[in-house]
């Protein structure tokens, strides 16, 4: 049954970077932890594939360390920004749609590196502006995620500046591969060839997020079933 597996699908995607085991983990200590939550936190970041994309997009085309310094640092800072301030203050959203956000940043990156808005557009939008927004809700869905287990209030700020910390040496680790991955493309003759069709297959995946979280979200609130019966036939599947 469709509808099953996307449910089974879209909670997987939901819980990225996450586990079961580091949720147990998560819910039973109180204190401060510093080294266990600076290990989630790059656990969390090596295995975010969303966040992943998103910075290969915003590097695509970037040959300088110094520029990448400056886009990954503008990312870091909307994404520490709302990772502390969501779990120390509680402010959170519905998991599902921050998480659509954030396939959809996938998607405009791609289309920032095709030329997309240059062309329907007739200006290029402030991609720094851009890369500091998203962050923003790359953070914030962590954030949310984070909420639903639980932390102790005890050593709260300490384990989410380690949390933090974590994540960035975790980037620091996943785009210093793409880097080296990126700097051997960029000498072969493949890359011009192949540069518009790579950012294709990217904004595809970040429609593809987009859609798995559009469904996890019509799953969680029992919106499917007031869907016509013709349409859940065409996308869920039989209820």
């Known amino acids: 049954m469709l509808f099953f597996f996307l449910s089974l699908f879209c909670t997987e995607v939901l819980a990225h970077g996450v586990t079961a085991g580091d949720k147990g983990y998560i819910q039973e200590i109180t204190g401060v932890h510093l080294i266990p939550f600076i290990y989630l936190g790059a656990k969390h970041m090596v295995t975010g594939y969303d966040h992943l994309l998103f910075l290969f997009g915003v590097i695509f085309y970037l040959h300088r360390l110094k520029h990448v310094g400056v ?16 779990v120390f203050y509680g402010v959170n959203a519905n998991a599902y749609i ?29 991609t720094k502006v851009a890369t500091v927004v ?8 962590l954030a949310t995620k984070i909420q639903e287990y639980e932390v102790a209030p005890d050593g709260l700020l300490a384990n989410l500046i380690a949390f933090n910390v974590g994540v960035e040496i975790g980037q620091i680790m996943a785009l210093s591969a793409i880097l080296i991955f990126m700097g051997f493309w960029r000498r072969t003759g493949s890359f011009l060839r192949h540069a518009y069709s790579v950012n294709v297959l990217m904004m595809a995946a970040g429609f593809t997020l987009v859609g ?19 349409v859940r036939l065409l996308f869920l599947g039989s209820l």
């Open 71 to 86: 886009y990954v640092s503008l990312f870091a800072i909307g994404h520490s920004t709302t990772l502390l301030f969501g």
């Open 98 to 126: 921050i998480d659509a956000i954030i396939g959809f940043s996938v998607v405009y990156k791609a289309l920032d590196n095709m030329g997309a808005f240059q062309r329907w557009l007739g200006f290029q939008p402030n």
């Open 134 to 141: 998203f962050g923003l809700f790359h953070g914030f869905g």
């Open 212 to 230: 798995y979280q559009a469904a996890g979200f019509v799953v969680s609130q029992d919106l499917a079933r007031s869907l016509p019966a013709a």
